[in-house]
């Protein structure tokens, strides 16, 4: 077959399927576009899911006869200085957007270059260029897409419900409204309004602010700033703490020189970060900035510039490491917020109101006591067995518990009773705080065992008699191979047989622990991530399982001194606010929130 020339109809819809794969990417082009035109509001109207119109509007400098006409041409840019694709400033460069929208759909563009007394207008059908012609606009641009995807029809079989390409269009408007704090932004999608985002400062409050609109509440509740700046390479932004995750990874926003991303070298980075703060299968909630010279990273690696390609990509990971570990070891022992407001929930749930059927039948029982109805006459019926309610009959506080006041003014407050030997209920000057006693001795073990780990090897101690544990073959034959690892750690085993261990030294610091269930444990843990992790990985998973059965365990009585002495190791240690599996060591109730219960605000 003979080799011809394609036309230009033809190579634009070429372009069109690697640069629009559905409405959302139209939007993205779209905005993008009025970004780059220096715009401080946009407007964004879709229908029926973006296939029938979109419609975004600017207040940005807009264009002139000339530019306009050049717009809709291929390879035509105002994006780049000279012909350098190393040297992106903005967001687009390709000038591919418009001649490929106009290809497969009915693209009308208005547009009035600010300073200019008139609008001019140009439409573009399936791939025909219409004449230039003057029309009523303010300055900015209009650009209409209207039945997209007419010229190819067969794409729209590929396309999901309205419903679904609504949220894809709101989430492109969400990040790049994220990545530009300083644009106001409106999404009306049909009937709806889903977005309408004011314009803030550019500075870490403004940006915050904006993040909680767009991830919530409760997100800035819990965020964590984030900074650091290494080899020209700047970083910023906000995480959650760990004790905030979702299942997942839809509320992780990466941005590189302002435009958003998903790179995996920043998704493995943020994923190292909070290894062993977050339970298995879970994820983080961030939005995380990196600004760097725009030679250093390529942004030409993808059609549709969601890649990019680092020049020195292990200094972007070991900053954004570093910066999210630094940021979450100081906030030590801080806990998610969601917990409380948890709490709060489920006590608001199940607390009976005065119609309730719980509440009526605490009246039927009152009755049949003899206390008579709530009626007339019920404060002479308990008049009697109330008598005296106002003097105390006894000591109130325990001796063991009548702490100096000056603990009370400490982060975790002064402990005041053990619940079920179970909970630790503390208390500070303005809040109640609840603990798991198991869970925040747990990270407490563990984080020891990493600092003896990282001092040259955690402390043993010999047993009297080798403890042999039977195992499985394939796990007996996983602990002899990692048995120098696992020695690091403070245990010695070695193979006893083919389907059984024998266990010489256990850490110190674990005590008496369950030295069978220890192994079976580890056992498990070393067959499941068999090759999938780092030595230091691989390491700290094993520091944690141990940390687990060396910690009090729930059901163990302990005495007011050592309550107060976990809580005050609680203070002192990074990461304190949850255990080694993601979950919430504490939970802090405002004494507000407790007014607000028993209807006293």
Do not use: W
């Not at 390709?94 to 759909?105: D, F, H, K, T």
């Not at 001092?455 to 101690?461: A, N, S, Y």
């Not at 780092?534 to 687990?548: G, I, S, W, Y």
């Amino acid at each position: 077959m003979a080799i011809r020339q394609l036309s230009p109809e033809t190579i634009n819809r070429i372009a069109a399927g690697e640069v629009i794969e559905r409405p959302a990417s139209v939007v993205k082009e779209l905005v993008e576009n009025a970004i780059d035109a220096g715009a401080r509001e946009i407007e964004v109207v879709t229908s029926g899911g973006g296939v029938s119109l979109i419609r975004v509007t600017d207040d940005g400098v807009g264009m002139d006869p000339a530019d306009l006409v050049l717009s809709v041409e291929r390879h035509a840019t105002s994006k780049l200085n000279g012909d350098d694709l190393l040297d992106i400033r903005t967001l687009g460069f390709r000038g591919e957007a418009l001649p490929s929208i106009g290809s497969v759909a009915e693209l009308t563009i208005v547009s009035r270059a600010r300073g200019a007394s008139e609008a001019y207008a140009l439409a573009v059908e399936r791939g025909r260029k219409g004449p230039l012609m003057p029309a009523a606009g303010n300055p900015g641009t209009r650009v209409e897409v209207r039945n997209l995807f007419s010229a190819t029809p067969a794409r729209l079989k590929f396309l999901k419900s309205e419903r679904a390409e609504n949220l894809a269009i709101g989430d492109v408007v969400k990040r790049l409204a994220m990545a530009h704090p300083e644009v106001g932004f409106v999404l009306v999608t049909g009937e709806r309004t889903p977005l309408r985002l004011p314009a803030t400062t550019r500075d870490s409050q403004g940006l915050l602010q904006r993040l909680g609109q767009v991830m919530s509440r409760t997100f800035v509740d819990d965020a964590l700033e984030i900074a650091g700046e290494k080899e020209g390479i700047r970083l910023f932004g906000f995480a959650g703490l760990p004790t905030l995750h979702r299942p997942d990874a839809s509320q992780q926003f990466l941005f590189v020189n302002g435009r958003p991303v998903r790179d995996r070298l920043l998704v493995g980075a943020v994923r190292a970060a909070y290894s062993d703060l977050i339970p298995r299968g879970r994820q983080p909630l961030l939005a995380i900035f990196v600004e760097l010279n725009p030679q250093e990273v390529d942004v030409n690696v993808h059609p549709a510039k969601a890649e990019v390609r680092f020049r020195n990509s292990a200094a972007v990971r070991s900053l954004l490491i570093g910066a999210l570990g630094h940021a979450l070891k100081q906030a030590g022992h801080r806990a998610s917020a969601a917990g409380a407001a948890a709490v709060l929930e489920i006590t608001e749930r199940n607390t009976p109101s005065a119609t309730s059927p719980r509440f009526a039948a605490s009246r039927r029982v009152a009755a049949g006591q003899g206390l008579g109805p709530m009626s007339a006459g019920f404060a002479e019926a308990i008049q009697a067995p109330l008598a005296g309610i106002d003097e105390p009959s006894a000591a109130v506080v325990g001796d063991a518990f009548a702490q100096a006041p000056e603990l009370l003014d400490r982060p975790l407050g002064a402990a005041r009773c053990q619940i079920n030997e179970t909970y630790i209920i503390a208390q500070t000057r303005s809040s109640m705080i609840i603990v798991d006693q198991h869970a925040a001795h747990e990270r407490l073990v563990y984080e020891r065992m990493k600092r003896m780990l990282a001092d040259g090897g955690v402390t043993r101690q010999g047993l009297l008699i080798p403890e042999i544990v039977e195992v499985s073959e394939d796990e007996a034959e996983a602990l002899a191979e990692r048995s120098e690892e696992l020695a690091e750690l403070g245990l010695v085993l070695e193979r006893f047989g083919p389907k059984a261990v024998a266990v010489r030294e256990t850490p110190a610091l674990l005590g008496q622990t369950d030295v069978k269930g220890l192994v079976r444990d580890l056992a498990a843990e070393i067959l499941r991530d068999e090759g999938r992790q780092a030595l230091k990985e691989r390491l700290e998973a094993v520091c944690a399982t141990m940390a687990c059965h060396g910690s009090v365990r729930a059901g163990r009585r302990l005495t007011a001194d050592e309550m107060n002495a976990l809580l005050r190791e609680m203070e002192a240690t990074p990461f304190a606010g949850q255990c080694n599996h993601g979950r919430p060591t504490y939970v802090e109730l405002q004494l507000s929130d407790i007014e607000r219960l028993f209807g006293r605000r």
